[in-house]
T-cell receptor, first 113, second 112 residues
Framework: QQQVKQSPQSLIVQKGGISIINCAYENTAFDYFPWYQQFPGKGPALLIAIRPDVSEKKEGRFTISFNKSAKQFSLHIMDSQPGDSATYFCAASKQGGSEKLVFGKGTKLTVNP | ETGVTQTPRHLVMGMTNKKSLKCEQHLGHNAMYWYKQSAKKPLELMFVYSLEERVENNSVPSRFSPECPNSSHLFLHLHTLQPEDSALYLC???????????FGEGSRLTVL
């Protein structure tokens, strides 16, 4: 049973465009929703995270939108750049702890010049 | 550089070999993790050590044996692996109350 469903599996965007990656979760006890970014040959690194007391969080060109009633959250990358090309993972956990992070399957983003 | 160092970066082993993966962190974190990353699969949590005690073992086969001698070091001992165990093994560290994980660059394991 996959607790966090991520889509699309792959995404190709032109430079300057908006990249949107979606995730849906099932467990209403989840209260921490991070996004990780992974470049080839590297481990994943935390990009941005949100807790359910807010509906949106923005850090530079990266924005998380959170819809608690729909149990969905998404990552928006504005003005996408070739350097953003990477695999993105959404995740969720209970009680804000790192022990029980559940990851989505990942989205491979390619930003064409 | 995330502060989490994994060695070796690449490992090729036969099904009868015994090898170990090593992970080291000097970030002052109190929890360390082993994850398995395979193609087209979610990151799979294998083991969690919190304050040097194993708190999670997600039905991992006994051919994988973790060891956490102190809060800075984590090992994954491998023996009689199967070809389907070929994957990227990621070590991570974190603090149990913040939710953020710091990953190493991984050990790419190939089992022949």
């Amino acid at each position: 049973q996959q607790q966090v469903k991520q889509s699309p599996q792959s995404l190709i965007v032109q430079k300057g465009g908006i990249s949107i990656i979606n995730c849906a979760y099932e467990n209403t006890a989840f209260d921490y929703f991070p996004w990780y970014q992974q470049f080839p040959g590297k481990g994943p690194a935390l990009l941005i995270a949100i807790r359910p007391d807010v509906s949106e969080k923005k850090e530079g060109r990266f924005t998380i939108s959170f819809n608690k009633s729909a149990k969905q959250f998404s990552l928006h990358i504005m003005d996408s750049q070739p350097g953003d090309s990477a695999t993105y993972f959404c995740a969720a956990s209970k009680q804000g702890g790192s022990e029980k992070l559940v990851f989505g399957k990942g989205t491979k983003l390619t930003v064409n010049p | 550089e995330t502060g989490v160092t994994q060695t070796p970066r690449h490992l090729v082993m036969g099904m009868t070999n015994k090898k170990s993966l090593k992970c080291e962190q000097h970030l002052g974190h109190n929890a360390m993790y082993w994850y398995k990353q395979s193609a087209k699969k979610p990151l799979e949590l294998m083991f969690v050590y919190s304050l040097e005690e194993r708190v999670e073992n997600n039905s991992v086969p006994s051919r994988f044996s973790p060891e956490c001698p102190n809060s800075s070091h984590l090992f994954l001992h491998l023996h009689t692996l199967q070809p389907e165990d070929s994957a990227l093994y990621l070590c991570a560290s974190g603090t149990t109350n913040t939710g953020e994980l710091f990953f190493g660059e991984g050990s790419r394991l190939t089992v022949l």
